[in-house]
């Protein structure tokens, strides 16, 4: 078997959800992180934008010798995902189709709601693979742009007057059009799982698109060695605010340490 490391990127905090999943899934597997958060949000930025930046990420990553790399970020995954295939002999996994797989599994009125980065409600990307697997699925998609920096701002607690009402003007639509499932399609946004829930109502089922992704990656990536892996994290900017929130974002004790990279040094072409 391949004992050698998994990269996982994403624009900042948010991908911190699919490592926690890792974590607790693939314990003995060694994880090399990245955010992105000098340049933190993607979502807002054009394709072109988010190609060459996700190229760098990628860059950066594959100077460790990585096995595979989990892109734990909506808006690359479903904007560059099949040019960063291309460019890349070794796996590339995004959040998008394992995410589409479990949202299918588990609605039961075919009523499916995706929420997102501006990027990744532009692609279509979600909507696009859930007919594919089902033409007759019923979708709303919604851009929900303050997401991301609430979250990162420590804003995501059910009780948080202010995320509450951010929550209302972005999701009545969605919870009046009777979906059952919704896509969480910024690994952000599991950290506002618990006040999305309660205004969506119980009985609607949230998918964590970063820990599909690491259950997908689960499948063919695990280390023959029964050992406790260990995980490096890099960033871009501000290590020390990046060492404060990972614990929220990890959900358990971090002693993270981040390491500081100029990923701007790296080639804006093919990684």
């Not at 995706?114 to 532009?122: M, Q």
């Not at 690491?214 to 490096?232: I, V």
Request: some cysteine.
């Amino acid at each position: 078997m391949d004992n050698r490391a998994i990269g996982v990127f994403d624009s900042g905090l948010g991908g911190l959800t699919a490592v926690r999943q890792m974590h607790r899934i693939m314990p003995n597997e060694n994880i090399i992180y990245f955010g992105d958060t000098g340049r933190v949000p993607y979502g807002s930025r054009s394709r072109k934008t988010v190609l060459q930046y996700a190229r760098q990420d990628v860059a950066f990553l594959k100077e460790h010798d990585i096995k595979a790399i989990v892109i734990a970020c909506g808006t690359v995954s479903s904007q560059v995902l099949g040019d960063i295939k291309t460019e890349n002999s070794i796996p590339i996994i995004g959040v998008v189709e394992p995410t589409c797989y479990a949202a299918m599994r588990l609605t039961k009125n075919n009523r499916v709601g995706i929420i997102g980065t501006k990027g990744t409600i532009r692609s279509g990307a979600y909507e696009a693979k859930l007919h594919t697997l089902d033409p007759s699925v019923h979708t709303i998609a919604r851009a929900c742009p303050l997401f991301v920096p609430l979250v990162e701002n420590g804003r995501f607690l059910p009780d948080d007057r202010v995320t509450q009402l951010v929550i209302e003007e972005y999701l009545t639509e969605i919870r009046d059009f009777g979906v059952d499932t919704l896509i969480l399609g910024c690994t952000h946004y599991p950290l506002l799982r618990d006040a999305i829930s309660r205004f969506m109502g119980e009985d609607v089922n949230l998918v964590d698109s970063g820990a599909e992704a690491a259950d997908y990656a689960r499948r063919f990536l695990t280390s023959a060695e029964q050992r406790q892996g260990c995980t490096e994290y890099y960033v871009s900017d501000d290590i020390d605010s990046f060492d404060a929130y990972a614990e929220m974002f990890l959900g358990e004790p971090a002693g993270v340490d981040a390491h500081l990279v100029d990923i701007a040094s790296y080639g804006k072409e093919n990684g």
